[in-house]
């Protein structure tokens, strides 16, 4: 019985789309407190950049009472962007500054 409610919950988890999963815990938070603020579910440092781009977005395309609450996610976001296509490219910025 242990080991079939453990096999259960893996097999679950593991057919279980990741996007689903975020949807349902979604609604399950916003039933508990309406109000309160969106959080990043994703560690921006180490996500994606598929990920970042489109959570960005999907952020710019809120209304603007809404996007503002994610702004500085917005941002993050942006920043991680930045520095991810900088640091890919160092070769070039050091010769540009040489130049």
């Not at 453990?6 to 508990?32: G, M, S």
């Not at 990043?40 to 970042?52: C, D």
């Not at 489109?54 to 520095?83: F, M």
Request: charged fraction near 30%; avoid cysteine.
């Amino acid at each position: 019985r242990y080991i079939r409610a453990h096999l259960t919950d893996f097999y679950f988890a593991y057919n279980l789309p990741y996007d689903l999963f975020e949807r349902i815990l979604a609604d399950v938070l916003h039933q508990r407190e309406p109000d309160r603020e969106v959080r990043l579910t994703f560690n921006p440092e180490i996500a994606p950049w598929e990920l970042l781009f489109s959570e960005g977005e999907r952020y710019e395309r809120l209304p603007p009472e809404e996007r503002a609450k994610v702004q500085h996610h917005l941002r993050e976001i942006i920043v991680v962007l930045i520095k991810g296509m900088i640091s890919d490219h160092l070769s070039f910025v050091r010769l540009a500054k040489e130049v």
